[in-house]
């Protein structure tokens, strides 16, 4: 499956390189359109990149030095991967010609196409990208707050959150219970909390195996949903408890102090607590007027230019890409269509028609892998899933099928960290 | 088989405003859709639920087909004394699903 998809993305890549040699030569007389981009993470340091090699002037805006990875960082968390693992830094991006400002972005005047920067300084753009990611809703359930949140970490934009819960999870005693809340739909990762549930759950039974998990749940199914559980079943069998909304798993209000999740029907007490709280598009994307009421930005699924302010596009998590999913995979295929399409607009051109591929690995055990992937194309104003396109691991499968879908896992991420970072 | 979930307080001050609440576990079949073989899976879904406090009828709903699946209401009522509160589900078929709880009022 995964050979099938590079040999599609491949062809893909090579069209748009023969677009991006047009460009340059017909641009050359003309003044440069300034494109900037804000947001280092998967989906802008991409889309960054594929501008810069269509001939383009790219300022990339990123306040953190450091970008800490969310794929693979509930590996970091059962103790199975260091979190330096995970941080990468835009080194490489800047000696590759892309004008780094390490200051974070505070406005958006989509009037006269200007930016503004937290030390007041300010820059003009004929298109902006924004791939701000996601922010956390706090308040959005009742009590949980920024303070909330270091005694229940979320642990869902991956950082300190990620080794703060890493650490009470070493902490916790032989016997104890992990408790987990998971959000409705959409949020970013749709298989991160059953991922996350499984990698605590090697890590609990290599440990402290009398240790419980419990998954309170604000939904009746999941991503990969078959797959998981059979191999929790497989793997960990009692060891994970999934209360699912129709069995009353919507957690409506957490107690910080007490270590305590609340349902409609019951108060659930943890010794290590993890609430995945409900989230919403990285803050610049609010203040630049392009999010909906829903907190997510809606998007024109050929160009990912903003439904609601022109001149801006919106990329990865914080975007309302139909059938895709908010993942590292999605956003860097958005980057790359983004940027074309950017170009294609700055020409005079109608953009090409995009297909978007995204794949998910999810690892069960270290040697246990499983994935879901799809094709994606523009369909009445969304993107759509391509029908009969990609799919999920079969359920039954040797050891071995599994394991090398592990393989596969670790290769991706060294594949699209070298693509976007290296 | 449905499975009912209800959340009553255990105890409450006389007069206090109390908030109830019960979920069922029911597919709430709309009788339109078609199964895998074409055919119109048959209509099924709760048509009816009822709360009463010791005896005496607090709330209750008429449901359709548009109602979703798991059917799940909130609502408040007055504690006025001890005693059981009864939730009554019924189906297209008649059949009736039941669940009680006991508060105490002080």
């Known amino acids: 499956m995964l050979q099938v998809l590079t040999r599609r993305m491949l062809l893909k890549t090579a069209a748009v390189g023969a677009a991006a040699a047009a460009f340059s030569r017909r641009t050359a007389a003309q003044a440069s359109p300034k494109v900037v981009v804000v947001g280092g993470g998967f989906g802008g340091a991409t889309c960054a990149r594929e501008l810069k090699q269509k001939g383009l002037a790219v300022t990339l805006v990123e306040a953190n030095a450091v970008y800490t990875a969310c794929p693979f960082s509930n590996a970091v968390l059962a103790g199975l991967r260091p979190i330096e693992a995970q941080q990468l830094k835009l080194d490489a991006v800047e000696k590759g010609g892309i004008d780094i400002i390490q200051k974070k972005a505070t406005g958006v005047d989509p009037q006269s196409r200007r930016i503004a920067l937290e030390d007041g300084s300010s820059l003009d753009y004929d298109r902006l990208v924004l791939s701000p990611g996601v922010d956390i809703r706090f308040n959005a359930l009742r009590g949980y707050d920024e ?83 059979a191999a929790w079943q497989d793997l960990y069998p009692g060891m994970i408890e999934w209360v699912s909304l129709s069995s009353g798993g919507k957690v409506i209000e957490v107690d910080a102090k007490a270590k305590t999740l ?159 970072y290296g | 088989m449905a499975r009912a979930l209800i959340n009553v307080p255990a105890k409450a001050k006389r007069g206090d405003i109390i908030e109830i609440k019960a979920l069922i576990s029911h597919p709430m079949e709309t009788g339109y859709r078609t199964g895998t073989d074409g055919a119109l899976v048959p209509r099924d879904i709760i048509n009816r639920f009822i709360c009463t406090y010791n005896g005496e009828e607090i709330f209750s709903a008429d449901l359709f087909p548009a109602i979703a699946a798991n059917p799940f209401f909130s609502f408040t009522t007055t504690a006025t004394e001890s005693g059981r509160i009864a939730f009554r589900w019924i189906d297209d078929r008649g059949q009736a699903y039941l669940e009680t709880a006991e508060i105490a009022v002080e």
Request: proline share 8%; net charge neutral.
């Open chain 1, 147 to 229: 303070a909330a949140a270091t005694v229940m970490p979320h642990a869902w934009k991956a950082g300190e959150q990620t080794t703060l819960l890493r650490r009470q999870l070493e902490a916790m005693d032989d016997g104890g219970t992990f408790v987990m809340a998971a959000p409705a739909n959409p949020f970013r990762c749709p298989p991160g909390p059953y991922e996350r549930a499984s990698l605590v759950a090697h890590y609990l039974k290599t440990h402290k195996p009398r240790s419980k998990l419990l998954i309170l749940d604000a939904k009746d199914s999941f991503s990969k949903q078959r797959l998981f559980q």
């Open chain 1, 262 to 420: 609340v349902t409609d029907f019951g108060r659930h007490k943890g010794d290590v607590v993890n609430v995945i709280p409900p989230q919403r598009a990285g803050e610049i994307a609010q203040v630049a007027g392009v999010a909906d009421r829903t907190g997510w930005c809606p998007i024109d699924p050929v160009t990912f230019e903003s439904r609601l302010q022109p001149n801006i596009h919106v990329i990865g998590d914080a975007s309302i890409a139909g059938g895709m999913p908010k993942s590292a995979f999605s956003a860097n295929a958005q980057g790359k269509v983004c940027a074309a399409a950017v170009a294609s607009l700055l020409r005079g051109e109608a953009p090409a028609e995009p297909k978007l591929i995204n794949t998910c690995y999810s690892l069960v055990a270290p040697d246990y892998g499983i994935s879901v992937a799809g094709v994606y194309t523009p369909r009445n104003g969304l993107l759509a899933d391509v029908e009969g396109a990609g799919g999920t691991s079969p359920v039954n499968a040797p050891p071995s099928f599994r394991a090398q879908e592990a393989i596969y896992a670790e290769a991706w991420f060294q594949t699209i960290t070298r693509e976007v």
